[in-house]
């Protein structure tokens, strides 16, 4: 496995119903998710016309997508003139490989790291204690994750399935005594615990919320105000970028963070939007001595040709999990260890490979729900229909399914088959509960019967 | 008596319509008669090809979706009790096919937009509605079934989340059958204080009656059926 993505047909069911059985989890997952989208909703309805802003946003990925190579060459151009070094890594493994590389020419011991999807996709808190160097989330919901020992369960609040008390147990813990679940003693403790660790570390790592072409910087959207202390206090930055976040000029960023900023949250703007350009230079106060961007493919370039490369275009807001039912139901970690939610059904299979992530593009009822929520207007459900047709066509769906479909389609070509066949079904009925989507249904719902005469008998 | 003839419209059952919920499908016929309609039933109909659809299998659903473009005539307006299937045949059909369009409606918007009255049968009566996705986000009808029923004499019961699924998606039921009944639940919990609970899709139906067959729950009725046929009173 060269990435921390994939994972097996039958999985997804497993842990869902493993979830189904956590009130708690579901409690707190249904509380964060309708929160969430009703924040969204009303900031959406403060913009004086959402879908031209949605459409122009669209339009600016989509360009961006389309001049992809371009900008990457002039993005590496601008960072490297400012001293900056630049380093597309086509796979996982190589990112990280490239990482532990900088982090150990710098002889770090301790990496504080920013809120990062990206370096969760590449499994880099792995790779880096395997080095030996200790790798400390400074986001607090990843802090809370990590001391969990668990995965983000969704890419905005990663923590959405703890609750007050379950975050005083885990950050009493570190303090050695047991704390009150309230939300200033917590956020006292927790910083407390994490000052120690700005102050200390040696390279600070963070994702990359987009980039400039023009101008060379990174933009970083936080909170917490993590960010700036991730990217000024450490020796070494290292930036993860995935590839496809480029826009061409600062200009472009406008539209995009007016919808990231109301679509995660349902704020105007984060307490925390930040452009950071190069590394520390003459005369200035802080800022870290090294800047190293690391441009991650891992499976991007698959979107860039054809229907799909519309995915691309998500800037990660995860206003589509908020809305959707599935991802209510499951609370994430059934869809994996990082993406999930309608975003994650759709982006986990193209980076990884339909194979490797089979159950994926089943794992929703084609609500359409994320389709509207989206506020650069992916197409999510229908992207979700092309990749059912994929696993067909290039026959991952199992071989009996197959089969299945395809007797049924010859029995339902013509009325006279279409009659014989439903009415050998009736006869049949009883033992449709003892296997198959018979059983499956009927494990919770009564089987509907078929009418003894169909409403074309009574014409 | 060509200056008499009524307007004629084309019923389109639906396969869970033809075989499972037969009577609501004899329900909107009785609607579109009563509302003024010729109602013919093109014998060569099957299914539109969305369970084979919606899964992938496209080769499938195209050989029995041709069926069904073949069925229909381009020349009176096709009208069927179920959103998705309107969805699919206005939607997606044309392009898997390759055939000219139908003019497709689904029966609420057909009977709304026609300006039809669906008489009183729902006078006091307490109910709950329930959109189906593809109705709601892909046809955009939300206001006629609700005109409708209001206009037969329901009040509605708003449900605490009408945005949310409630966990049928055709093989999705089967294929994660454990969050598909949790959402029916939800569902079906939201409508607790309604006499009954009407949707206008057979497969939610199904869904969901099935569902309150097992856990009890309010009655869940067709559109179609609660219109043309009232509801009982508890």
């Known amino acids: 496995m060269s990435d921390g993505l994939a994972q097996p047909a039958g999985r997804f069911r497993a842990v869902a119903r ?72 086509r796979t996982a493994e ?83 005594r047991p704390l009150a679940p309230e939300l200033e003693t917590l956020a006292a403790a927790a910083r407390r615990q994490l000052r120690e660790v700005f102050e200390r570390a040696d390279v600070g790592v963070t994702g990359a919320n987009f980039a400039v072409a023009e101008t060379g910087s990174i933009c970083l959207v936080t909170n ?79 979107l860039r040709r054809g229907r799909y490369r519309e995915m691309l275009a998500c800037i990660r807001c995860g206003s589509c999990l908020n809305v959707c039912p599935v991802y209510r139901k499951t609370g994430g970690d059934a869809y994996g260890p990082v993406y999930s939610g309608p975003m994650g059904a759709v982006l986990v299979p193209l980076v990884s490979g339909l194979g490797r992530a089979p159950s994926l593009p089943h794992a929703s009822s084609l609500c359409g729900a994320c389709t509207d929520a989206c506020p650069v207007k992916i197409p999510l459900h229908e992207l979700l229909l092309e990749l059912r047709a994929d696993l067909v066509s290039g026959g991952v769906a199992p071989r009996r399914e197959r089969v299945a479909f395809a007797l049924w389609s010859l029995a339902w070509r013509t009325p006279l088959l279409y009659r014989l066949s439903t009415t050998a079904a009736r006869l049949g009925q009883p033992l449709a509960r003892l296997a198959g989507p018979g059983r499956a249904w009927s494990a919770g719902r009564a089987l509907p019967p078929l009418a003894r005469r169909r409403y074309r008998d009574r014409r | 008596m060509p200056s008499r003839a009524r307007p004629v419209v084309q019923l389109f059952a639906t396969c869970l319509g033809d075989l499972v919920v037969p009577d609501a499908v004899a329900d909107a016929e009785l609607l579109l008669r009563e509302a003024g309609f010729d109602v013919v039933f093109p014998r060569g109909q099957v299914c539109c090809g969305q369970p084979a659809f919606n899964a992938g299998h496209r080769s499938a659903a195209r050989r029995v979706a041709s069926g069904l473009t073949r069925a229909f005539s381009r020349d009176a307006p096709v ?68 005109r409708l029923l209001e206009a037969a004499g329901a009040t509605l019961v708003p449900l605490p989340r009408p945005d949310l699924c409630c966990g049928f998606g055709g093989t999705f039921s089967v294929r994660q059958p454990e969050v598909s009944v949790a959402l029916a639940d939800d569902k079906l919990a939201g409508a607790a204080e309604a006499e009954a609970l009407v949707t206008a899709d057979p497969g939610c139906l199904v869904h969901l009656r099935g569902r309150a067959q097992r856990t009890g729950g309010p009655p869940v009725v067709h559109l179609a059926s609660a219109l043309a046929r009232g509801v009982a009173a508890p």
């Open chain 1, 18 to 89: 493993e979830t189904l059985r956590d009130g708690h989890v579901l409690g707190a997952v249904d509380a964060g998710t309708a929160r969430s989208m009703h924040a969204r909703l009303a900031a959406w309805d403060g913009l004086p016309d959402v879908e031209a802003l949605r459409d122009r946003a669209h339009e600016i990925r989509m360009r961006a997508i389309d001049d992809l190579d371009a900008l990457l060459a002039q993005f590496r151009e601008a960072v490297e003139a400012r001293g900056g070094t630049v380093r597309v890594c």
């Open chain 1, 94 to 176: 190589e990112a990280r490989d490239y990482v532990v590389e900088v982090c150990r020419r710098a002889d770090a011991r301790l990496v504080a790291k920013s809120k990062s999807m990206a370096s969760e996709e590449i499994r880099l808190n792995e790779a880096l204690e395997a080095a030996g160097i200790r790798a400390v989330e400074t986001d607090l919901g990843e802090y809370i994750v990590q001391l969990a020992g668990e995965h983000p369960s969704h890419i905005i609040m990663p923590a959405i399935r703890k609750t007050a008390g379950d975050v005083a147990e885990l950050l009493g813990r570190v303090e050695g």
């Open chain 1, 224 to 302: 917490e105000g993590n960010g700036g202390l991730v990217t000024s206090l450490p020796r070494v930055h290292v930036a993860l970028l995935g590839m496809e976040r480029l826009v061409p000029k600062l200009a472009d960023l406008a539209p995009l963070l007016e919808l990231l900023a109301r679509s995660a949250t349902g704020q105007k703007l984060t307490s925390y939007t930040r452009l950071l350009t190069g590394p520390r230079r003459p005369g200035e106060e802080d800022g870290p001595e090294e800047l190293h961007v690391v441009v991650i493919d891992n499976g991007r370039s698959n």
């Open chain 2, 79 to 146: 009208v069927c009790p179920s959103g998705s299937c309107a969805t699919m045949v206005s939607r997606y059909l044309p392009e898997l096919v390759g055939c000219a369009p139908l003019d497709v409606w689904e029966l609420s918007a057909f009977l709304d937009d026609r300006g039809a009255s669906c008489g009183r049968r729902l006078e006091g009566r307490r109910l709950a509605y329930h959109d189906s996705c593809h109705m709601l986000r892909e046809l955009r009808v939300s206001a006629p079934p609700r």
